[in-house]
Each structure stands twice: as structure tokens, then as C-alpha cells.
């Protein structure tokens, strides 16, 4: 774990998912305690990147706005498609 310092945090889980934790753990050979740990550090893990791509989208969207310069769909479409191959394209210029 990333943080020097490891404090009890109490949650309130219904009784079906407790048993469905505890099933789940023992066929993993591991304590429901590590597999509920594990699940929040990646779910955390998986919405920051989530965020940090929410956050790139909208820098994105406002450096658009602001200058109006773009790549089709077209474009972009030929330069993936030639990804891997012999003859493959530099990435395409952006334009008005």
C-alpha cells in the first residue's frame, strides 16, 4: 500500500454481499479483508484514470473551441489503419 500509515475504516455492507465476499475469498484462498481492500484500491485506481481521461477530454474540447483546428474522422481512420503495416503514416496534421 502506497500510504505510510494503515487506519481501520469501518463500511456498512447488506449481508448478502458479506457472503458473497467471504464465498469469494475462500475460493481465492485469501481473507475477505485483503479482497475487499484489493477491490476499493482498484476501483480508486481505475476512476482516477477514468477522471485524469474526463480531465484530457475537456482540455481537449476547450483547445478546439479556441482555435478550431482538428483532424477528420477520415484522417484519423487511414492513419489507424496503417498502424503495424509496411507502409505506416505519420500521425495527421491538425486543421482548420
Same mark, same amino acid.
Given at each position: 500500500?502506497?500510504?505510510? @500509515?494503515?487506519?481501520? @475504516?469501518?463500511?456498512?455492507?447488506?449481508?448478502?454481499?458479506?457472503?458473497?465476499?467471504?464465498? #469469494?475469498? /475462500?475460493?481465492? %484462498?485469501?481473507?475477505?479483508?485483503? #479482497?475487499?481492500? *484489493?477491490?476499493?484500491? %482498484?476501483?480508486?485506481?481505475? /476512476?482516477?484514470?477514468? *477522471?485524469?481521461?474526463? %480531465?484530457?477530454? #475537456?482540455?481537449?474540447? /476547450?483547445?478546439?473551441?479556441?482555435?478550431?483546428?482538428?483532424?477528420?474522422? %477520415? /484522417?484519423?481512420?487511414?492513419?489507424?489503419?496503417?498502424?503495424?503495416?509496411?507502409? *505506416? #503514416?505519420?500521425?495527421?496534421?491538425?486543421?482548420?
Amino acid at each position: 500500500m502506497a500510504d505510510a @500509515v494503515i487506519r481501520p @475504516v469501518a463500511i456498512k455492507i447488506g449481508a448478502d454481499i458479506k457472503e458473497r465476499v467471504k464465498r #469469494l475469498a /475462500e475460493a481465492r %484462498q485469501r481473507t475477505p479483508h485483503w #479482497l475487499m481492500r *484489493e477491490a476499493i484500491c %482498484q476501483y480508486v485506481e481505475r /476512476e482516477e484514470k477514468r *477522471e485524469a481521461f474526463r %480531465q484530457d477530454t #475537456l482540455k481537449a474540447w /476547450e483547445a478546439y473551441r479556441a482555435t478550431g483546428l482538428h483532424a477528420t474522422a %477520415q /484522417e484519423v481512420d487511414g492513419w489507424l489503419a496503417s498502424w503495424g503495416t509496411d507502409n *505506416e #503514416l505519420p500521425a495527421p496534421a491538425c486543421h482548420k
